[in-house]
C-alpha cells in the first residue's frame, strides 16, 4: 500500500490574513469617519474592501487541490473533482506554445490520457461549465498557435454543442460542450486537461518530479501484485 499525498493549492495561502487585514481596514475606515478624517478612511475602506473580497475568494478554494493515491490523481476544485486513474494516464506535462521570441510557457500542467471518455462521464456538472469558461483564455492562447503554425483556425471560431466518444457515442449538455472544448484545445497545444499551477504547493518541476517517483513506486507495486 502506497500513502497518499495531498498537494495544498498554493491560491489558497493567506486566506485568513487578507481576510483579517480587510476587516481590520474596514473597522478602522469606520473609526476614522466617527472623527471626521475623510480621505484617508475613504482609502482604508477601498483597500480593506478589495482585500477582504480577495480573501473570501481564497477561502472558496479547496484545502487539498490534488492527491496522489494508488488509485490515480484526483484534481480538485470548488465546484467538484475528477480522478484521472493510472491506467488512463500516460503523463504530465509542462506546456508551452511557440512565440516571435522562442517558447512561451503556459501557467498550466498538461494531462494527457489514452481515453478522455472516463473523465467526461464523471465531470460534475458545475465543474464543466466552470472549466468550459475558465478554458476561454486557453482558446485564444490555441488560436495564436495556430495562426503561428499557419493551421485552419475555422474548428476554433465555433462553439460544438456535442461531443462523440472514441467508440463513436454521443454526448450532450454541458459534458458535451465541455468535451467539445477540450477536443478544440488538443490539437493546438496538446493536452487532454489542464490544471492551473496555482493549484500546487510548489513550482512546476519539483511537483512533476513528485509526480513522476510517486508513479514509479505505483507501478512497482503492481508489478508486485500480479
Request: hydrophobic share 45%; charged share 25%.
Amino acid at each position: 500500500m502506497i500513502d497518499k499525498i495531498s498537494i495544498k493549492p498554493i491560491a489558497r495561502r493567506n486566506h485568513l490574513i487578507f481576510t483579517l487585514v480587510g476587516i481590520v481596514f474596514l473597522t478602522t475606515s469606520l473609526v476614522l469617519q466617527q472623527f471626521g478624517i475623510k480621505l484617508p478612511a475613504y482609502l482604508l475602506m477601498l483597500v480593506g474592501f478589495v482585500l477582504f473580497i480577495f480573501g473570501i475568494f481564497k477561502w472558496q478554494e479547496p484545502k487539498t487541490s490534488l492527491e496522489l493515491s494508488s488509485s490515480g490523481i484526483i484534481w480538485f476544485h470548488k465546484f467538484g473533482s475528477v480522478l484521472i486513474e493510472w491506467d488512463n494516464l500516460i503523463d504530465l506535462v509542462p506546456l508551452r506554445i511557440n512565440s516571435s521570441s522562442g517558447y512561451k510557457e503556459l501557467h498550466y500542467i498538461g494531462v494527457k490520457v489514452w481515453d478522455r471518455t472516463p473523465i467526461i462521464k464523471t465531470v460534475p456538472l458545475r465543474l464543466a461549465k466552470s472549466l468550459y469558461h475558465e478554458y476561454r483564455s486557453l482558446l485564444h492562447v490555441a488560436l495564436l498557435e495556430a495562426q503561428y503554425r499557419n493551421d485552419d483556425t475555422s474548428q476554433l471560431q465555433e462553439d460544438a454543442e456535442s461531443w462523440k466518444t472514441p467508440s463513436g457515442e454521443k454526448i450532450d449538455g454541458l459534458r458535451g460542450i465541455f468535451a467539445a472544448r477540450l477536443n478544440q484545445l488538443k490539437h493546438f497545444l496538446g493536452a487532454d486537461l489542464y490544471i492551473p499551477l496555482t493549484a500546487l504547493d510548489r513550482n512546476q518541476d519539483d511537483f512533476l518530479d513528485l509526480y513522476k517517483q510517486y508513479k514509479e513506486k505505483v507501478i512497482a507495486l503492481k508489478l508486485e501484485q500480479s
